[in-house]
């Protein structure tokens, strides 16, 4: 990944085998070269030069923290392509009426444990592709009001995922660097509750007739 980035540069996405890539181009540097009975410098090449991303799925554990930002985008972006969420055919080029968005995983951690759940904390980065800065911006504010009027994003099994420190910086780098940063914390339960039955009473006294 080059260090230069112009803001100006158009990203366009393409599926591999495994997962798609992100491509946005960097620069283009001639080839010249002098004949030896010509002393005119001739162009007789071109180099081509991208910055490329790898965009894998970010799917890990039930219930996925990734898996809800990806299905909660998909109800404020519905025309957005999510990527892990969506399929891609052939090249994509994102726009203010269809962007593409990237949820990652940036670092997972144990918050507080107790003896039927355990509280994780996430931190989240939310890349958004779109033709121009302004478009992107457009989908950002979006994407940053929704959250914030949110409280939380339900996950697979309708727990909760509560965000804080959400921060959305358009200024970014949207290939190296997510625009929206976010930690959060969520639960998940051991491994055994709610699959062992509860035991039974002992000498429970369950005759409630009343004697007169």
């Known amino acids: 990944m080059s260090g ?3 803001t100006s ?6 599926q591999t085998d495994e997962y798609p890539f992100c491509f946005a181009w960097l620069r283009s540097d001639a080839f010249e070269v002098k004949n030896q009975d010509e002393q005119t410098a001739r162009t007789v090449g071109v180099t081509v030069i991208f910055d490329v991303m790898a965009c894998p799925c970010q799917y890990t554990m039930y219930p996925d923290p990734i898996k809800a930002m990806n299905q909660w985008t998909k109800t404020i972006l519905p025309n957005a392509i999510v990527l892990g969420e969506d399929e891609i055919n052939g090249w994509i080029l994102p726009s203010r009426e269809q962007p593409v968005v990237y949820w990652r995983l ?3 951690g144990t918050q ?3 003896f039927t ?3 994780l904390n996430v931190t989240i980065e939310g890349h958004v592709y779109a033709r121009t ?5 457009y989908n950002l504010v979006r994407i940053n009001t929704s959250a914030a009027l949110a409280g939380h ?6 727990s909760p995922l509560f965000l804080k ?3 959305c910086k358009p200024h970014l780098n949207y290939i190296a660097q997510g625009q929206i940063q976010a930690s959060g914390h969520f639960g998940v339960l051991q491994e055994w509750y709610g699959k062992k039955p509860d035991p039974p009473l002992a000498n429970a006294n369950t005759d409630f007739t009343t004697k007169e």
């Open 112 to 114: 507080q444990k107790h």
């Open 117 to 119: 759940h355990t509280w």
């Open 106 to 108: 940036a670092a997972q």
């Open 9 to 14: 540069r158009k990203a366009s996405f393409a």
């Open 165 to 167: 420190d959400y921060t």
């Open 4 to 6: 230069k980035f112009n």
């Open 133 to 137: 800065a302004a478009d992107r911006l």
């Open 153 to 158: 994003i339900p996950m697979e099994d309708t």
